[in-house]
């Protein structure tokens, strides 16, 4: 049984950053499709990015060239790197795993994912 485990969620200022992580078991990250979703309150589940099976990372434009996914595959681990945090960043942040292809969605709002992990709040106030 595959298991995600989130962490690296807390409060910061605006312009602060702060980095998650998503620690799994259960599987083999390395090759895997990987993705951040974030949940902002009273909002839909929206796509932050993907990291694809050999490590080609794609954004949603509205994080884009301020958030950084990567991964350790010997730690079996996904990180979400956040700079210049934004009020409008504040949200549960949830990392998922793609396992049934080799490729990730072309659209990075796709939840055609089969792995979620439980979420990490992220509140940035101004």
């Known amino acids: 049984q595959a298991q995600f485990v989130a962490s690296g969620g807390g409060s910061v200022q605006a312009g602060g950053s702060l980095r998650l992580s998503c620690a799994t078991s259960?599987?083999?990250?390395?090759?895997?499709?990987m993705g951040w979703f974030r949940q902002g309150p009273g909002k839909e589940r929206e796509g932050v990015g993907t990291?694809?099976?050999?490590?080609?990372?794609i954004y949603a434009d509205s994080v884009k060239g301020r958030f950084t996914i990567s991964r350790d595959n010997a730690k079996n681990t996904l990180y979400l790197e956040m700079n210049s945090l934004k009020p409008e960043d504040t949200a549960v942040y949830f990392c998922?795993?793609?396992?049934?292809?080799?490729?990730?969605?072309?659209?990075?709002?796709?939840?055609?994912?089969?792995?979620w992990g439980q979420g990490t709040q992220i509140t940035v106030s101004s």
């Open positions: 998922a795993a793609q396992t049934f292809r080799t490729y990730c969605p072309t659209s990075v709002q796709s939840t055609t994912y089969n792995y």
């Open positions: 259960g599987i083999n990250i390395r090759g895997v499709c």
């Open positions: 990291i694809n099976s050999v490590d080609r990372t």
